[in-house]
């Protein structure tokens, strides 16, 4: 039924569209558009759907519910009911509502009018996107440009954000330097981390490390140390286990600030 109006090409299109394009410029692009248009476009979305056939027009409701949008996955494909909800969830609160109650309310549409809305609000977000450069993520960005200053100016940069903007902050120091990174430093890095990070701090942190960064700790431990930690280990308590990220973050932090103060070498 759906197909008589939108074709399979359009619908490939749109999906294309959806997975390289920024939802921020998606919803950027429809946000002004009439109420009931958007929830016929949101509805078509649902039902056009070429992976999740669903014959529920109210799957789009459950984002009311939630804080976050869970991406529904199948074989790894996002669907373009997926994107509709991921929309809707991105409105402006009073958007939000009200699109909702004309979703509540629209039970059906005639298929030229259904036919005109999805072209045309098609067109309105390919329009958008010929006349936007894409720089791609932004603190990703900052941290590529921010690698190429020695580590005690970045450290001075990174304070200042720290103070004007935490949430940035961490953003760009996940991507400046991470855990995971340490498996790339020299041993004598690690041997210093060694002197310093207590037993129990570093199992907790090694709990959720990759097999190749637990070696390269291991192969710079005495026997003393390897013992000690396998010992943490094996005790660690469900809560500590959560905390694995922030006990990795402070190993982090600590390799920077040594960094910064010239006492070891990242690189």
């Not at 009439?34 to 027009?57: N, P, Q, T, Y």
């Amino acid at each position: 039924m759906y197909e008589s109006i939108i074709n399979e090409e359009s619908i490939q299109e749109l999906t294309e569209i959806f997975e390289s394009t920024p939802l921020t410029v998606i919803v950027g692009a429809i946000e002004q558009i009439e109420e009931r248009d958007l929830a016929v476009f949101l509805l078509l979305l649902d039902k056009v759907s070429s992976v999740i056939h669903s014959d529920e027009s109210d799957v789009i409701h459950k984002t009311l519910t939630q804080t976050e949008v869970e991406d529904t996955e199948q074989n790894g494909v996002k669907t373009l009911s997926t994107y509709a909800q991921e929309i809707l969830a991105n409105l402006s609160f009073a958007k939000q509502v009200r699109v909702s109650e004309k979703i509540a309310s629209t039970e059906m549409v005639e298929s030229e009018e259904a036919e005109r809305i999805w072209n045309n609000l098609t067109d309105r977000i390919k329009s958008v996107l010929r006349k936007t450069l894409f720089f791609g993520d932004g603190a990703k960005n900052l941290s590529k440009l921010l690698e190429q200053l020695d580590i005690e100016k970045q450290n001075k940069l990174m304070e200042v954000i720290q103070d004007s903007n935490p949430k940035l902050a961490q953003t760009v120091g996940d991507h400046l330097f991470t855990f995971e990174d340490i498996v790339d430093i020299p041993n004598e890095a690690i041997l210093t981390v060694l002197q310093v990070v207590e037993p129990n701090t570093l199992a907790i942190a090694l709990h959720e490390a990759s097999e190749p960064l637990i070696e390269k700790f291991f192969e710079n431990m005495s026997v003393e140390q390897a013992k000690n930690v396998e010992n943490e280990n094996k005790q660690l308590t469900f809560e500590q286990k959560q905390i694995s990220n922030t006990a990795q973050q402070s190993i982090v932090n600590l390799l920077r600030n040594f960094a910064g103060k010239g006492i070891l070498k990242l690189k």
